[in-house]
């Protein structure tokens, strides 16, 4: 799983989209790598991270959120609502059962 951010998932203000969706994966139990892309409005088209965000989105904007099977969550609010329909499974506690025939 590989979440596209601008510069980071920092707070720079009450909200910042890339903090929000890192957030809620976070609360949902994923560790995504993060994928610092640069840029910002106009000069995008410059930053080869936000190219390849247009390759997988159609647009250059972030956070974009990269699944492992391939398919692409594109925007914070998109994201978050990804995250809270799809919490990280918790691991099943292993059966203990006693030895046949003890």
């Keep these: ?3 596209y951010v601008c510069y980071g998932t920092f707070r720079i203000h009450d ?3 890339c903090r929000e969706a890192h957030q809620a994966l976070t609360d949902a139990g994923y560790q995504p790598k ?3 892309t640069g840029g910002c409005y106009g000069s995008d088209p410059l ?6 965000v247009k390759r997988l989105t159609g647009n250059y904007k972030v956070p974009t959120l990269r699944l492992d099977d391939g398919r692409i969550v594109d925007g914070s609010e998109n994201i978050v609502a990804w995250a809270a329909e799809n919490p990280m499974p918790q691991s099943a506690s ?3 059962s006693a030895p046949q025939g003890a």
């Design 15 to 17: 909200s910042h989209p």
């Design 34 to 36: 993060v994928v610092r």
């Design 1 to 3: 799983m590989h979440l």
């Design 47 to 52: 930053w080869p991270g936000r190219r390849k």
């Design 94 to 96: 292993p059966i203990e």
